[in-house]
């Protein structure tokens, strides 16, 4: 992993970029596990390389109810007072899947090479659920579905493939009677609520509290940089259009901010260690919160972007680092907001946009509040949400395939 200092993200080397994104890429890649020696069991990878099982790792993983309460699946003992020095002295195969381990502090159990394998895919950055597919302004066919209240196990699933690859999905036919987007929300993760409330109206008002309260078109942003956390996933619920502007408008943050990446390192590094401050203030609240506009995760992966030109204050560092940041800052903005990235679509009424408000850029162009309503309804949901029912969900279509098998 290079000689990277845990917290300074910024240093990762091109190729262990690469071998991260392979990884990614091939999510399914054979992983297998075998006894190289007494004593030690190793995982194979499909290039050949092996890497040994520490045996902490597999202690931790004790699966019988003097380890874990078998109900919820929790520890019941702190893995922290095992001994650093713990060894496996006895190991075999007793049946094909299947090995048993005695360890030095006396303990034995048996362990599934399957579940060890699930565990050893995730230890090596794999997705458990369908990987980002990124997009630009080109990307012909837009996941749309056709909402339904009551979605069969399969249905729903396809949503959630869909949402989880391109990061947003517009659901068709949503009753158009007020508070709905809740209900869609709800189906999809918890509401999140903030000082807008659980729902907010999105149509243009006198002394408007936010610009999106306006007629005014909103360049590419993510919602509420200035709150910790961020509301991970937005939904944007059309109950009337009778405007011809109001168009709404996406792009995939992380596809641009791999541009940058590839393209002006030095501008992507500017931006992914620079904090920057936002802020939103009316008569009853006042949030600010610090990101960097390019937010990595500790393998140098992006992990969300922050990003509202009408909302963020950047510290003031030195002339010369303020220089690099500006110029980095209008490089990437200045993409955000190119036709080459950006997809543009009219919401009618009964549309709604579900997008992810970590990875994805929204805005609307402008429209004229003389020629009629715009209505929208929006809330918030977690971004943990949909993974969570994905997961849930192949478990149960698993079942029920298993179930047919058997039957
Ligand atoms: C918002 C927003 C876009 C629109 O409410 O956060 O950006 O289409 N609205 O009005
Ligand atoms: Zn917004």
């Not at 690469?18 to 007494?38: C, E, G, S, W, Y």
């Not at 506009?293 to 990003?307: N, Q, R, S």
Request: one cysteine or more; aromatic letters at 8%; proline letters at 7%.
């Amino acid at each position: 992993m290079g000689t990277r200092a845990p917290g300074d993200p910024r240093v990762v080397d091109t190729a262990e970029r690469a071998r991260l994104d392979l990884i990614v890429a091939a999510p399914q890649r054979p992983l297998t596990l075998k006894i190289a020696a007494p004593g030690a069991l190793v995982l194979e990878r499909a290039d050949g390389t092996v890497c040994p099982v520490h045996p902490l790792w597999l202690r931790e993983r004790c699966k019988d109810a003097a380890s874990m309460d078998l109900h919820t699946q929790q520890r019941l003992q702190d893995p922290s007072d095992f001994d650093l020095g713990l060894k496996i002295t006895a190991l075999s195969q007793p049946a094909a899947g299947t090995f048993r381990v005695r360890f030095s502090d006396g303990y034995e159990a048996s362990f599934s090479a399957a579940e060890l394998l699930e565990e050893a895919a995730l230890a090596d950055n794999s997705h458990d659920c369908p990987a980002p597919r990124l997009w630009d302004g080109k990307l012909a066919q837009f996941p749309r579905m056709r909402w339904r209240t009551e979605p069969s196990a399969t249905e729903l699933m396809s949503w959630l493939e869909a949402f989880l690859s391109y990061g947003f999905v517009i659901f068709e036919d949503v009753p158009t009677e007020p508070g709905t987007v809740l209900k869609v929300g709800s189906v999809f993760g918890f509401v999140r609520e903030t000082n807008f409330g659980a729902l907010f109206n999105v149509r243009s008002t006198p002394n408007a509290t936010d610009l999106a309260y306006t007629a005014v078109s909103l360049d590419p942003h993510t919602d509420n940089p200035y709150r910790a956390p961020v509301p991970g996933i937005q939904l944007l619920h059309c109950l009337a259009n009778e405007t011809t502007g109001g168009l709404s408008t996406l792009v995939d943050g992380f596809a641009v901010a791999q541009a940058l990446r590839a393209d002006e390192p030095r501008s992507f590094e500017i931006l992914s260690g620079t904090p920057v401050r936002f802020k939103y203030i009316d008569a009853d609240t006042e949030l600010t919160a610090s990101a960097p506009p390019i937010e990595l995760d500790v393998t140098g992966g992006l992990k969300a972007i922050h990003f509202s030109p009408r909302l963020d204050f950047v510290p003031l560092f030195s002339p010369d680092r303020l220089d690099a940041y500006y110029r980095a800052r209008r490089s990437f903005d200045h993409r955000l907001r190119a036709a080459d990235y950006e997809i543009r679509f009219l919401l009618k009424a009964g549309d709604l946009v579900m997008f992810d408000n970590c990875r994805l850029l929204h805005g609307r162009t402008g429209f004229d509040p003389a020629e009629g309503l715009r209505h929208l309804q929006g809330c918030y949901i977690d971004i943990d949400g949909p993974r969570s029912r994905y997961r849930v969900l192949r478990r149960q279509l698993g079942s029920a395939a298993g179930a047919r098998r058997s039957a």
